[in-house]
């Protein structure tokens, strides 16, 4: 099939909402081969053209908070009203393989295995925070297939929540109680992004301490002050019970609300769009700098050296400055 006739019959395939072509067409534009590049970015100007309604919701926490089984409980309560859902999951990556190692399918039974949803896990491999380098088109892809609600899934809790943070409308943040002290290692910055959180495992036999751990955080959010017209929602869930689940799902509804009513939503999904392109940028320039000849053994040499403790990281910048001409 010719790239032209490949590129439209994707875009046929994305507006019957056909899963094959999402998932050929997400692999496309992850692609570093560069006999894709071009392609993958025609796929992607005609599909960004075209405006859609969804509700990007962010979804993180730390190891072990029960992120899989929450994004599973939420993805089914929004199939339930008839929406069709997308959950982009980006897995720690094997150094060695840089394949998704934890294959987030699996522990999405009931997700899995409907018709209105979609699931793509993704190795997060060497990118900054945790989200791949194509969650952005990713999104967008979703979209153009009809996907009403897209769920994106982070490694944990860091660098992830900055970058992902640019991408959703939403930041849902899922913490535990009783693990040690309640404000330790949830960072202030964090906590400050976050519009919704979410004492996660809150089953009856630790129902106590997520309510003493609560109280902890609405003082703590209190401090923090009003997040741009929004008040932050904090409630307790147990996505094994299903305990409070319907004031969670609420908030996500009263939060989306609040961005349509106030006009927040049309001017996030600019910021959203912005940050792209910056995005672009960058992913450009490396992509340039590393495709000239020799550039990559150049920079793994000098990787080594500073291994070896031969070479400071600042002695290798500037000779990589002089050597490749960028400090020309």
Partial sequence: MQE?????????GLE?????????????????????????DELLNKV????RESHRIAITGVPGVGKSTFIERLGMHYISQGKKVAVLAVDPSSRISHGSILGDKTRMDQLSASSMAFIRPSPA???????????????????????????????????????????????????????????????????EM???????KAEVEVLAKAREAAGAYKTALHLLGQ?????????????????????????????????ESSGKLELIRRAQQAKSFEKAIEQEVLRAFFS?????????????????????????????????????
């Fill in 4 to 12: 032209k006739e490949h590129i439209q019959a994707l875009i046929l």
């Fill in 16 to 40: 019957k909402g056909e899963v094959r072509s999402l998932s050929r067409a997400i692999t496309l534009i992850e692609s570093t081969a560069e006999k894709d590049q071009v392609p993958a």
């Fill in 48 to 51: 960004s053209s075209k405006k």
């Fill in 125 to 191: 491999s060497e990118t900054l925070g945790g989200v791949t380098n194509k969650t952005r088109e990713s999104i967008m892809l979703c979209e153009a297939a009809g996907y009403e609600i897209i769920l994106i899934e982070t490694v944990g809790v860091g660098q992830s929540e900055i970058e992902v943070k640019d991408m959703a409308d939403t930041f849902l943040l899922l913490m535990l109680a009783g693990a040690g002290d309640e404000l330790q290692g949830i960072k202030r910055g964090i906590m």
């Fill in 194 to 200: 976050a519009d919704i959180l979410v004492i996660h």
């Fill in 227 to 259: 997040k741009e017209g929004w008040e932050q929602r904090l409630e307790l869930m147990s996505s094994y019970t299903g305990y409070n689940e319907d004031k969670v799902f609420e908030a996500l509804k009263a939060h989306h609300d609040f961005l």
């Fill in 292 to 328: 000239k000849s020799g550039m990559k053994k150049m920079v793994d040499d000098l990787k080594n050296q500073i291994k070896l403790g031969s070479l400071s990281s600042r002695a290798a910048l500037n000779r990589l400055k002089d050597e490749s001409g960028l400090g020309a």
